[in-house]
């Protein structure tokens, strides 16, 4: 057996996806997977010291990973109605928004780069977990705040309003898709078993959709928010038919975010194509 470690976060659309393959429930050849189950951020920057063989990314991530790592077709979140959320406690126009302080889940997370080409770009930024944006909001350690995963379901508990949409905003601007995040493997483990994961994942998401409980109490285990509506909402959302399989609109969408971030000088270009 070949060991791989694998990287992924404790969010129902990941643990949702990744149960039946790293549980044995389908077919992986001579593959074996080590499992961490980390914050999307810490990820990222796992994977920027090349620490994992196969990992859960942030498109904006992969931006400076090329080199190193290779897209996989499945596994992806991507989507439409699905993007990033701004959130405060007041009104604020753009321009308030530009010159306050904004809590952001990582910087080499989608959501910071799309405020960035939202705003222009800003260094006015707090970077939090992605489960202590909404405290520090309310707490007034920053003006606004970027959520993402569950925190799009109970920021109106708190109190907050959405002033914008960055996936809406994203979408009318280009037409795309919102590319969030996807699954990433090392160039060096070669085409053949590159593509034997990227089949065994497939497979272990068409899985999880033939059987939707078996992965709950998984799903419960390492879930932020344990409610079950919330959790249900957010793999709905998150995992849909790009997650099986990104086709030629969801690469499209990932090549139109990573230009716009070359164009303004957030990620070096490069003619490495995103899969094998």
């Known amino acids: 057996m070949t060991s791989l470690s694998l990287g992924y976060s404790p969010c129902p659309n990941d643990t949702y996806i990744f149960h039946a393959l790293v549980h044995g429930l389908v077919p992986c050849g001579d593959l074996a997977f080590v499992e961490r189950l980390e914050d999307v951020e810490t990820l990222n920057q796992l994977a920027l010291k090349g620490a994992l063989d196969l990992t859960k990314i942030s498109f904006h991530a992969f931006g400076h990973l090329r080199n190193r790592y290779v897209l996989l077709r499945s596994g992806a979140a991507l989507g439409r109605g699905c993007g990033p959320l701004i959130v405060a406690d007041e009104s604020l126009s753009f321009e308030q928004l530009r010159s306050k302080t904004i809590a952001i889940p990582g910087r080499l997370t989608t959501a910071n780069l799309l405020l960035q080409l939202y705003v222009g770009g800003t260094d006015n930024l707090l970077v939090l977990p992605f489960d202590q944006i909404i405290p520090a909001v309310c707490q007034g350690r920053a003006a606004a705040g970027v959520i993402i995963h569950e925190s799009r379901f109970t920021y109106q508990q708190y109190g907050l309003e959405q002033l914008l949409d960055l996936g809406q905003w994203w979408e009318e601007v280009t037409g795309h898709p919102i590319p969030l995040g996807g699954i990433l493997a090392k160039r060096s483990l070669g085409e053949e078993r590159i593509r034997l994961v990227d089949q ?77």
């Open 200 to 276: 065994a994942l497939r497979h272990s998401i068409e899985y999880a959709r033939s059987h939707p409980q078996q992965a709950t109490s998984y799903i419960r285990q390492h879930a932020q928010e344990l409610d079950d509506s919330v959790i249900n909402q957010h793999i709905d959302l998150y995992v849909n038919d790009y997650s099986i399989d990104l086709g030629e609109d969801g690469l499209a969408a990932i090549s139109c975010l990573l230009e716009k971030a070359e164009q303004v000088g957030i990620i070096a270009t490069t003619d490495l194509p995103l899969t094998i």
